[in-house]
């Protein structure tokens, strides 16, 4: 099943009962659930400790690299090693940043190069918390794609709905010729 598939599903309900309404469902983002639809259910203050956990994730990681850094001067290990620690992070952490950054605006493509570049990005996490905090100041992580997404749903949703006239199955058969 795919994923437009997925959001696509309808849980009909009966008139009256306890069943979900009818129509494509929202898709959950991570530490928000679905609170980003009518922003409630403290969608907001999940926005601040989200942005606060990142920045300190963030700030600690630092911190760490820091030590890490102090323990190859520790070592003398030479200039250049070092030189080039601090240049290999930087650039993972900035080419980490940025593909996060544009993951929240779309979604990557089935054969993309997602996949390999895991390991760069984890290299350089500190990079993809500053994206995510950043994003946090604005909106949910992904909120503007989902939302895109969803209305989009419900549209076509409506739309089918809207279509459709009277019971299939009360039509007559179409004469043969």
């Known amino acids: 099943m795919s994923d437009d598939d997925r959001r696509d599903q309808t ?6 009962g306890d069943g979900p309404a009818p129509g494509p469902r929202p898709e959950p983002i991570k530490f928000f659930g679905t609170t980003w639809v009518e922003h ?12 606060a956990g990142s920045l300190l994730g963030a700030f600690a990681s630092a ?11 520790i070592g003398n290990v030479g200039p250049f090693l070092s030189i080039s ?33 895991k390991g760069l990005k ?9 994206a995510y905090f950043l994003r946090c100041l ?13 209305e989009r749903a419900v549209a ?7 279509t459709r006239t009277g019971n ?5 058969p179409k004469r043969r010729k």
Request: no cysteine; proline share 4%; glycine share 8%.
């Open 40 to 51: 409630d259910n403290g969608y907001v203050l999940r926005r601040v400790a989200v942005a």
């Open 63 to 73: 911190y760490l690299l820091r030590f890490a850094y102090e323990g190859l001067e």
């Open 85 to 117: 620690v601090v240049v290999l992070f930087a650039i993972a952490s900035s080419i980490a940043f940025v593909k996060t950054w544009e993951s929240f605006g779309r979604r990557p493509a089935p054969s993309s190069d997602e996949a390999a570049l």
């Open 138 to 150: 604005v909106e949910a992580p992904g909120e503007k794609l989902r939302r895109a997404e969803y």
């Open 168 to 172: 299939p199955a009360a039509r007559r």
């Open 11 to 16: 849980h009909g309900r009966e008139a009256g």
């Open 156 to 162: 076509e949703y409506a739309r089918r709905r809207s």
């Open 122 to 130: 984890a290299i350089g996490f500190i990079g993809s918390l500053i």
